[in-house]
C-alpha cells in the first residue's frame, strides 16, 4: 500500500491546532512558575518561624523531656514522668502541672 498523500488540513482545523499548541505550551510555563515559586519561597517561610529553644532552659534533676510545644513567650516540655514544665523566654520555670491519668473503666 503506497503512502497516503499529504492532506491539508482545513483552515478551522488548522487554528484549533495551533491553539492547542499554545495551551500545552502555556500550561507547561505555568507550571515551572509555580514549581520555581514553591521551591524558592517555601524554605524562607519555614525557617523564619521556626520557634527557638532558650538555650537557658534546664530541666530539672532526673527529668527527661518527651514533646516540646511553644506559645506566645513561653515553652512548654512535657516529660516522661507525666509533668508538664512551663518556662518563660529566658528558660525560668514558671508552672509545673501534674498529669494525673485517668482510671481504666
Do not use: H, Y
Not at 6 to 30: N, Y
Not at 42 to 49: G, L, N, R, V
Not at 61 to 71: E, K, L, R, Y
Not at 85 to 104: C, H, K, M, S, Y
Request: no cysteine; proline share 10%.
Amino acid at each position: 500500500m503506497p503512502d497516503a498523500p499529504d492532506v491539508a488540513l482545513p483552515p478551522s482545523l488548522r487554528l484549533l491546532k495551533w491553539l492547542v499548541i499554545l495551551l500545552t505550551l502555556t500550561m507547561i510555563g505555568g507550571v515551572i512558575t509555580v514549581v520555581t515559586l514553591i521551591v524558592t519561597r517555601m524554605p524562607q517561610a519555614f525557617t523564619a518561624s521556626a520557634p527557638k529553644v532558650p538555650a537557658e532552659l534546664a530541666l530539672p534533676d532526673g527529668a527527661t523531656a518527651s514533646a516540646v510545644t511553644f506559645g506566645s513567650g513561653w515553652t512548654a516540655v512535657v516529660t516522661t514522668d507525666q509533668r508538664i514544665l512551663i518556662f518563660d523566654r529566658n528558660g525560668v520555670l514558671l508552672q509545673e502541672v501534674t498529669i494525673t491519668p485517668t482510671p481504666a473503666p
